[in-house]
Nanobody, 121 residues
Framework: QVQLVESGGGLVQAGGSLTLSCAAS????????MGWYRQAPGKKRELVAD???????WYRDSVKGRFIISRDNAKNTMQLEMNNLKPEDTAVYYC???????????????WGPGTQVTVSA
């Protein structure tokens, strides 16, 4: 079992910045991906960015150049630095964890409870 705790959400003016944090605990497998998803009202949940334990990073196009994902493997923590925020970034942001202890096994998936980010125009 994996537990995820998020922090850092809030209200910010357009053009401002916020940094989200996530801490993972429990039985953590060596092969894993930590990531951030978001879901706005009336829209599907979408992947914002993720990062593997080896340091491979993916960003969705709409946040490239504005958001920076990072993680500390020793502490099992992850951050998302969000800069030049726009109203369309408003959503509930979820920390995600996918892991497995061998490449011949299926992935396990865990979610944090979510944190609200609101960007005012």
């Amino acid at each position: 079992q994996v537990q995820l705790v998020e922090s850092g959400g809030g209200l910010v003016q357009a053009g401002g910045s916020l940094t989200l944090s996530c801490a993972a605990s429990g039985t953590l497998q060596r092969i894993n991906i930590m990531g951030w998803y978001r879901q706005a009202p009336g829209k599907k949940r979408e992947l914002v960015a993720d990062m593997t334990n080896e340091g491979v990073i993916w960003y969705r196009d709409s946040v490239k150049g504005r958001f920076i994902i990072s993680r500390d493997n020793a502490k099992n923590t992850m951050q998302l630095e969000m800069n030049n925020l726009k109203p369309e970034d408003t959503a509930v942001y979820y920390c995600s964890w996918y892991d497995r202890n061998s490449t011949d096994l299926p992935w396990f998936n865990y979610w944090g409870p979510g944190t609200q980010v609101t960007v005012s125009a």
